[in-house]
């Protein structure tokens, strides 16, 4: 199935589809001198990153005035296709590597999108700076860590009665397990874990976890810690 196809049996709207065929060239284009991602093959390109993306949109919780945080874009996953399904939404794009950095800031400048900023930064310094740290309504995040680390980077910056929306593969609910007491020490509350059925026989999980208490200032913690010694 083609775009168009695939845009239509998930009832998203095709206004910018044209963006996106743009976007997917752009990013193919670039990634011969760069590496971008892995996924070149156009079919699994459009399930694995553009309807993946888009499906945070099937849980109703982002708003046209949403300010949306995506930790560890990459090459713009999710944070791209949701801004470019939805122009109105304010969106922070965040990643260690400036390789990436350099990429979205050109993307930004050829598709003219405003109200989106990526910053070249670490999850762990980042959150600990007031400008970011419980300013976000969403953060969201896909295949940067797992969930106990993940949330430690997250919810920090997740504003209080906002929500930390963690894109997940099949080992999901194994990670929740895991990763249970970490969220209620960071403030969160998991509310529930959505399933989502891909084509190419793709299963993902929406795991949603709603901020319901402010932070410990002791978190995210320094060094490496997240990752190495998860909570
Ligand atoms: N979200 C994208 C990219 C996943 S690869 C996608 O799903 O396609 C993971 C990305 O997270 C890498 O680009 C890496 O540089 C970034 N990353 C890993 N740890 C990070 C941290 N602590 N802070 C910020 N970015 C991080």
Redesign the pocket.
């Known amino acids: 199935m083609n775009l168009s196809d695939y845009f239509k049996a998930y009832n998203l709207s095709e206004e910018y589809i044209s963006d996106f065929e743009k976007f997917r060239k752009y990013l193919l284009q670039y990634n011969k001198k760069t590496n971008i991602?892995r996924i070149e093959d156009e079919n699994e390109f459009n399930v694995k990153?553009f309807l993946d993306s888009l499906s945070l949109f099937k849980i109703g919780l982002i708003k046209n005035d949403s300010k949306i945080l995506?930790?560890?874009?990459?090459?713009g996953?999710?944070g791209i296709p949701l801004k470019l399904y939805n122009r109105d939404l304010d969106i922070t794009l965040?990643?260690?590597?400036n390789k990436?950095i350099k990429f979205l800031e050109s993307v930004i400048e050829e598709f003219a999108l405003k109200n989106i900023r990526p910053i070249h930064?670490?999850?762990?310094e980042m959150a600990r700076d007031e400008n970011f740290r419980e300013s976000f309504d969403i953060v969201t995040?896909?295949?940067?860590?797992r969930l106990s680390t993940l949330s430690e980077?997250c919810l920090p910056f997740t504003k209080v009665g906002g929500y930390f929306i963690a894109m997940k593969g099949p080992e999901a609910a194994e990670e929740l397990k895991e990763g249970k007491r970490a969220i209620n020490i960071l403030g969160g509350q998991v509310e529930d874990l959505v399933e989502i059925k891909l084509p190419l026989e793709i299963t993902h999980y929406l795991l949603i976890i709603k901020k319901i208490n402010m932070t410990d200032k002791k978190y995210p913690r320094a060094g490496g810690k997240p990752k190495n010694k998860p909570l």
């Open positions: 991602t990153h995506d930790l560890g874009t990459g090459g996953f999710p965040v990643d260690s590597l990436r930064g670490r999850a762990e995040s896909r295949a940067v860590a980077y």
